[in-house]
């Protein structure tokens, strides 16, 4: 990695702890200058490692996956405008979707698929998808039919990462795993605060988990990368 590139990386850890200690500290009118910075500087460090791609369908639909997840974060700075901030990240992980697909070996490869042993893969995704439904699902209102959309979306964004089991490098792998489960913590949270219980951890809880899940799976799709995999 060169030194350069590492700036980015540095500025993204900066304004991301920033934020977490100003969240913490109900901090929250001066988030809108460190909240925007985080996902911007993450985008540029993966546009810098990710130069041997340009061009490619991957190094796009991730880059589109961090424009929209910023442009989620801007959004969600404003309470009235969570629908649309929902909106931003439903194509946010759309995007990633479509990264992880490709991010494998022969992605479009058909053979034969095994159902059932498909469904106990995926069991713990289901669960906690789940889980968080079932708390969340008295208060949804009005935002019942596009919280289920999103829910949705993002089970299929954590199955996706999943599926790249075996189809990568193990380091790729589970950086993106991992990474997808911290997204699916992180609106869970998000989602608890919202729309069941209120709880004063839920900011950084929220704020923590979504960093870890952001950088991860970067760091992940970079490790996919053949300049960029360990050997």
Known sequence: MKKKNILWLYLFMVFAIVDVFLT??????????TKPGIILFLWVYFLALS????G???R??????????????VLLIFPDLF????????????????GFKLAQTNPFSIGQVNFIKLFFQNLPIYLLAALFYFFINAGLGNLKIPVVIYLV?????????????????????????VG??????????????????PFPESGVLVMGTYILAQFLIIR???AHIPENNPK
Not at 51 to 54: A, G, P, R, S
Not at 182 to 188: P, Q, R, V
Request: glycine share 8%; with cysteine; net charge positive.
């Open 51 to 54: 130069k041997n791609i340009e």
């Open 180 to 197: 997808a489960i911290f997204f699916m913590l992180s609106d869970g949270f998000l989602a608890i605060n919202k729309f069941y219980k």
């Open 83 to 98: 629908l649309y901030g929902l909106g931003a990240f439903l194509m946010a992980h759309v995007c990633y979707i479509i």
């Open 220 to 222: 992940g799709i970079l």
């Open 56 to 58: 490619t369908l991957l």
């Open 60 to 73: 796009k639909s991730i880059s589109a996956a961090l424009v929209f997840s910023w442009l989620g974060d």
């Open 24 to 33: 913490a500290n109900g901090q929250q009118e001066y988030r809108i200058f």
């Open 153 to 177: 979306v993002i089970v299929l964004m954590a199955t996706t990462a999943r599926e790249r089991y075996g189809k990568t490098n193990s380091v790729s792998f589970w950086q993106v795993m």
